[in-house]
């Protein structure tokens, strides 16, 4: 995969210590179920993996939602995500990551941000990785320093961190340790 990609891009990606993301369209595929007391959501398990290997790797590993969720706070805890901000309308995602940079001590070209929608684009024009997912919005894709062939919610987010690992030479490991 990464002899498929630039040399800026694997500058980037060997960066990356923060890996961040959108919930609704990169993690899951938009769809919300609602019925009843209870909201539903499809996680894809390869993306979950995905963020699991990336914080065995070392990787700070963060969901940023405007849309508060229980279900999205179920797979996060499952997870075991370092750091998830649902903050719906009280703050742009631009602000809410600012406070996780100055709480962690890192700056934004330490991030890898993935998004879907125009939403997203504050983050995205500051990450030092700005990823959008395959079926993005048009304004997402023209900023993203990666576009990833899967779409959200179905293995957009393994194939970033999976990049990002190989790039780090961090993923042979894994393979290696999964070959056993």
């Avoid at 060997?14 to 609602?34: A, E, H, M, N, Q």
């Avoid at 750091?83 to 934004?108: C, R, Y």
């Amino acid at each position: 995969m990464l002899q498929e990609v630039s040399r800026s891009l694997v500058t980037r990606l060997k960066r990356v210590k923060l890996f961040l993301c959108d919930v609704d369209g990169v993690l899951t595929d938009g769809s919300i179920f609602i019925g009843g007391e209870r909201e539903f959501k499809r996680f894809n398990i390869r993306d979950g993996l995905g963020l699991v290997l990336a914080r065995r790797a070392g990787l700070k590993v963060g969901w940023v939602s405007a849309r508060p969720s229980l279900a999205t706070k179920l797979r996060a805890d499952e997870l075991k995500i370092d750091f998830l901000v649902q903050q719906g309308d009280a703050t742009s995602k631009t602000a809410a990551i600012e406070q996780l940079l100055t709480q962690e001590k890192l700056n934004w070209s330490d991030v890898c941000f993935v998004g879907d929608d125009i939403i997203d684009l504050g983050p995205l024009t500051r990450a030092g990785l700005a990823v959008a997912v395959g079926d993005g919005t048009a304004e997402v894709k023209a900023v993203a320093h990666y576009v990833t062939t899967a779409v959200g919610g179905r293995g957009a987010v393994r194939e970033a961190v999976e990049m990002i690992l190989q790039a780090q030479g961090k993923w042979p490991d894994f393979v290696e340790l999964y070959s056993v």
